[in-house]
């Protein structure tokens, strides 16, 4: 690769920049055909296949032939759809719309059942009683989404994991509230309609700022049509209030623009750069032999945040990539990454803006064949998924299935890698082959890339038996072979599970087989015959873990020990079964998770020289005992010594903290003994509820759509001794009211007010410390009136030889506590200029050094620090690290006026 006063070269590391477009987003596009507002029906054959409406008289409702799947039982969709007076609506579009749920649950509905049968029921058109009612036969793996339409209302959707056959979806009354029309057109900063240049689509959408939550709601996020001229006109009404405008195909002057939508009507104008206007890199992109490089993607590296942008070479292989000049300084270097499948990923050093003529070549990347055979014949082995993993973490296109299922003559050809040096290679048989699972590591060198052939055992079944220390039958235990390819693998080892669908850096091996003793203590699994493995079995027992265990005709006997028992008992009750309210509405609501996962349950924790371990075995943010509803639990199989103890539940917004998940600990450890029963008494009366209702002002003024965050301090304490911290947040209406029920205790306050006005537009917000707290008492309602004032100052940045420092990235220590982020300092612009915002008081601000201000670079070099002390983040590598961080001299102060302008002056050490 070369280019004109260039350096040199390198090849840049891969880094995944994944782009998830909702369905919802697309569904709109394709739903946006307006239904008469007297009402419509649908023919026979045109409910079959979902086919155009007709008009009816106002008081009918149209049929609905069930779709779905091509035999089963039938689901409903059904309620009433209302006005914001109460009243039903007629002539509302009703439409069900089934898509798959993931790949892995359709491949693993595929190799059961065979293919998809699945066919879109009918439109329902409500009558004069506003009802709706579709039915239709679900196949397991699809997920399941419902669309309510009229033309002169906002829409509603629902989306649904899954719905079970026979399960009926009554939503009773759904609101559509009148919208807004909502259209514009793009101006540059005069004020001059913006034309689309030719062969440029631009297209647009806004966002709403507090989406609405339950389990049908108003559109979020809305797309539009941009015309030739600029002019465009949002597809279907929308809430008043708050949205963000997202473009792409113009560069804005603001990369969120934030408008206030108001109904009947709203016009917005979006101010876009002209084309002319931005900074750009152009050049050529070839392969090895000279022939152009179509749809490489091309980023731009070592940008701030915000002025990040990426393009890709067109069918001559040339690229344009544009800046908005208010993203970056001109002068500043950067690094250009290319990347394309069937290339290797290139990247190019010292890359300034306004260079034309750069020519990059990024070289095809050799093809690495795979021979799979099985061991005992050598003969080849065609259906079998092959996935290609990074050791130590696994780039995203690496995890995948190469080439599908089917590989003639047991070859597959893996003509694209992310990355040289080691690799595992692991194959999966087909299920029913009777052949092993097989994992072998190579090195690639991209220049001569190996052509491993990988021999597959038999898998023949084999019994495993689990015994207690008396001999008899231990049931429900789990066992798991694993293929540990070097590791060590514990109780809490995560092993790779490729039948899990994820895949992370932290996993161990691969999991070979798995599967739960009967009541006789025996499970059976199809294990490799020749090669020994890592056997783990977990249950309501001490974990065991044997290492290099050859499994024979004759079978393996596990022998677990009995452990200790503790039996807790959770009070008060009414706390427990609210939680089991919030759980069964949650699940009610997502249908993502099983009872199990969301129901109160304990599970037992500890660390000990650094190694987390979970009783029961790989306990995370869901699993342990279930807590039965007369409130007690009973953990049993307990390895000794200290552990501490946590329950797990659901939580709602209304009436807990904005999470889905929470979990509470017990203030005191517990030290287990062997075969010793333990009785616990574990206190929730701090979850008890109470209220709190009152209004936040700012400035004298109603804090409208600003966000209460209120903490309280829990009993429990961390391992530093620092005291658990939980954080509720509370939306407040336009007038800077708010009504929550919050459990009883002490909070302290924050306001995250929006961003002021000539702030970045990547700033969405400061969180700024309130006048006072506020105390929530069991069945009680707490009145508080709050005050929030934003305060700043403005501050200018200068070298030790008194120049401007342009670009410099600054963050805080504190004189005194507040919520959350305390302070946002935005980086200084050319004449090392800024403005920090925050509650009022004094600051310490900091920096990184010169050669660290980078987040790569610095991230390398905390790496590399914390390697060479041991991998751990000991006292010595703490000092080591904070020689990289410089205080800046005096200290500021924040004022509600601000005040005038602060000067600072780096020390010396800011150039190393």
């Not at 880094?15 to 998830?20: D, E, R, S």
């Not at 913006?194 to 709601?217: K, M, N, Q, T």
């Not at 915000?306 to 270097?333: K, M, V, Y």
């Not at 601000?845 to 790496?863: E, V």
């Amino acid at each position: 690769m070369t280019r004109p006063g260039s350096a040199g070269w390198l090849v840049g590391a891969v880094v995944l920049v994944a782009v998830v477009a909702g369905s919802w987003l697309a569904w709109s596009v394709a739903s946006s055909g307006a239904a008469p507002a007297g009402g419509s029906s649908l023919s026979t054959e045109e409910l079959a296949t979902g086919g155009s409406v007709s008009a009816v008289g106002v008081g009918e409702r149209t049929a609905v032939e069930a779709g779905g799947a091509a035999s089963g039982t039938v689901a409903w969709f059904r309620g009433r759809v209302v006005g914001v007076d109460g009243a039903p609506l007629a002539g509302v579009v009703a439409e069900v719309q089934g898509v798959a749920a993931s790949s892995e649950r359709m491949d693993a509905y595929r190799a059961e059942h065979g293919e998809v049968e699945w066919r879109d029921p009918g439109k329902c058109i409500t009558g004069a009683d506003g009802r709706f009612e579709i039915g239709f036969v679900p196949p397991p793996p699809y997920r399941f989404l419902l669309a309510l339409q009229r033309e002169d209302l906002v829409g509603m959707r629902g989306s649904w994991d899954r719905i079970e056959p026979g399960q009926v979806k009554d939503l009773g009354d759904v609101t559509m509230p009148a919208g807004a029309r909502v259209s514009g057109r793009l101006v540059d900063r005069e004020g001059v309609a913006f034309a689309s240049p030719s062969g440029r689509g631009v297209s647009l959408s806004i966002h709403r700022h507090d989406p609405s939550r339950g389990e049908i709601v108003g559109q979020a996020g809305v797309p539009a049509r941009v015309a030739a001229d600029g002019s465009f006109e949002i597809f279907e009404r929308v809430l008043p209030g708050t949205w963000t405008v997202r473009l792409h195909g113009a560069l804005p002057v603001s990369r969120d623009q934030t408008f206030e939508v108001e109904a009947p009507s709203t016009r917005l104008e979006i101010v876009v750069y002209r084309p002319d206007e931005p900074l750009g890199v152009a050049g050529l992109v070839v392969d090895e032999v000279g022939a152009p490089v179509a749809g490489a993607g091309i980023v731009a590296l070592g940008l701030p945040r915000w002025g990040r942008s990426e393009a890709r070479s067109d069918a001559e292989g040339r690229f344009i990539l544009r800046l908005r000049p208010d993203a970056g300084d001109s002068e500043t270097s950067f690094r250009l990454r290319f990347s394309r499948d069937g290339h290797l990923t290139t990247g190019l050093d010292d890359v300034h803006w306004g260079e034309t003529d750069l020519r990059v070549v990024m070289p095809r990347s050799p093809v690495m064949e795979v021979l799979v055979l099985r061991a005992a014949d050598r003969s080849p082995v065609e259906e079998y998924g092959l996935r290609v993993l990074t050791p130590g973490g696994a780039y995203f296109q690496e995890r995948q299935v190469v080439g599908g299922w089917q590989h003639p003559g047991g070859i597959t050809r893996v003509d694209h890698l992310e990355s040289a040096g080691a690799k595992r290679l692991v194959v999966e048989p087909r299920a029913g082959s009777g052949l092993a699972m097989a994992e072998v590591r190579v090195d690639v060198d991209p220049a001569a890339p190996p052509r491993p052939t990988i021999l597959l055992d038999a898998s023949p079944e084999r019994t495993i038996r689990v015994q207690d220390v008396e001999g008899q039958p231990v049931a429900g235990s789990r066992i798991e072979l694993i293929d540990a390819a070097g590791g060590t693998v514990r109780a809490e080892t995560p092993v790779t599970d490729f039948g899990s669908g994820r895949v992370n850096n932290t996993e161990v091996g691969t999991l070979l087989a798995s599967g739960n003793t009967d009541a006789t203590g025996i499970v059976v699994l199809e294990a490799p015959a020749h090669s020994p493995v890592t056997l783990r079995c977990t249950g309501d027992h001490p974990p065991v873990v044997h290492e290099q265990v050859l499994l024979d005709a004759d079978g393996f006997v596990v022998t677990v020990g009995s452990g200790a028992t503790v039996r807790i008992r959770f009070e008060p009750l009414e706390v427990l079964a609210r939680w089991r309210v919030d759980a069964e509405t949650y699940l009610e609501s997502h249908g993502v998770f099983s009872a199990s996962e969301c129901l109160p349950a304990v599970h037992l924790w500890r660390s000990e020289a650094g190694r987390w371990e979970s009783f029961p075995s790989g306990v995370g943010s869901r699993g342990g005992i279930l807590i039965d509803e007369s409130g007690t639990a009973v953990v049993q199989g307990v390895p000794p010594g200290e552990w501490r103890v946590r329950c797990r539940h659901s939580a709602l917004p209304s009436s807990q903290a904005d999470s889905s998940l929470s979990t509470v600990e017990h203030p005191s450890p517990l030290v287990l003994r062997n075969g010793e029963t333990t009785d616990l008494v574990f206190d929730l009366s701090a979850y008890r509820l109470g209220s709190v209702v009152g209004r936040v002002r700012s400035a004298g003024e109603p804090a409208a759509r600003a966000t209460l965050v209120a903490q309280r301090e829990l009993a429990t304490r961390m391992d530093n001794g620092e005291p658990f911290v939980e954080q509720h947040r509370i939306q407040l209406d336009g007038d800077g009211h708010f009504r929550q029920d919050l459990p009883v205790g002490q909070y302290r306050c924050a306001v995250r007010l929006p961003a002021p006005a000539g702030a970045p537009a990547s700033l969405l917000g400061v969180d700024v410390q309130a006048s006072t707290g506020f105390t929530v008492h069991a069945g009680e309602e707490t009145e508080v009136e709050l005050s929030a004032e934003l305060a700043h100052a403005a501050i200018r940045i200068v070298g030790a030889d008194g120049e401007p420092v342009s670009g410099l990235r600054l963050f805080s220590g504190l004189t005194f506590p507040v919520l959350d982020r305390p302070i946002v300092p935005m980086p200084t612009d050319a004449e090392g200029r800024t403005t920090v915002w925050g509650t009022a008081g004094g600051y310490q601000l900091r920096c990184r050094i010169r050669s660290l201000q980078d987040d790569a670079a610095y991230g390398a070099y905390s790496d590399a620090v914390i390697a060479r002390h041991g991998d751990t983040m000991s006292p010595e590598a703490r000092a080591e690290l904070a020689a990289a961080v410089l205080d800046l001299e005096p200290p500021i102060t924040l004022s509600v006026g601000g005040g005038s302008e602060q000067v600072l002056r780096l020390p010396a050490a800011w150039d190393r």
